[in-house]
């Protein structure tokens, strides 16, 4: 029995110490070692005596879901209180979540049938694992979401009597540029339904020396390393004109470059124009 016990404590202060691993990687927090093993202890401590006294109360509920706050402000050193409210949810998060992977694991592999402590072992581990991966996963893509979201806004421009408005993703890592006037240059993508010339369409060479005269008066050839290809001249024609509509303000550039694609820029339709950050600084 005693050692029975001793494997059941074992696990438990591992399992506190793996899910105060994670919860700490999610929120961003400082890891020490001593502290999450201090912590650990401090919340094997009512399972530990829970099994020398018989005490029921230890077992509480309430018991329960009060010791991960005591962990949490030991293992991140958290004084306000927002910032435990927001570390308890996600500790509990997890705890639900691993442990809501860890029956399905057992039940689909094992059937429900016993397996030995050192399956249940790996398969905390692996579904801990598989958790972890999956908060981090979509946390991470609600945050990509939320800014790119913020670096949107919406553009108009006009060619040759041609108008054009959208959404813009403002790209700080957009390089492009001319490089004889150091102007940078903008991707338009070209949606279905849209009269853009031909030419402009297909970007070959051959089709574009056939534009006509007020659309060839207004293109130049850029070279780039993206878009497709590692080494290529991109033709970039100059707007007649360009507002970027940012913090209630209509930013406006002269005679601004902009390169059409047929590329899909956004997946989920959330921008279909890229703008060069010169675009939007005055």
Known sequence: MTGYAEVIVLFNFAADGLLLLVTGILLGKRLQARRLLLASMIGTIPLFMHLI?????LNHFAVKMLSPVFMLIIAFKITGIAVLLSAAITFYFVTFLTGGVLYGFQSVIFNGNSSGQFSIV????VSISAAFY???RRL???STKRNIKKQTVPVTFSICGMEWS???LIDTGNSLCDPITK????VCQIRAGESWPIAVHSGEQEMLSGLPDRWAEKMIWVPARSLGAEKQLLPAFRTDELTVFMDGKAIQTP????????AILSDDQSFDFILHPNMVRQ
Do not use: C
């Open 166 to 168: 959208g959404i813009a």
């Open 183 to 186: 102007k940078g240059v903008a």
């Open 134 to 136: 999956f908060i981090q």
């Open 53 to 57: 006294t018989g005490w029921d109360w």
């Open 140 to 142: 991470f893509n609600l």
């Open 255 to 262: 005679k601004a470059l902009v390169t059409f694609t047929t």
């Open 122 to 125: 790996l398969l905390f581990i």
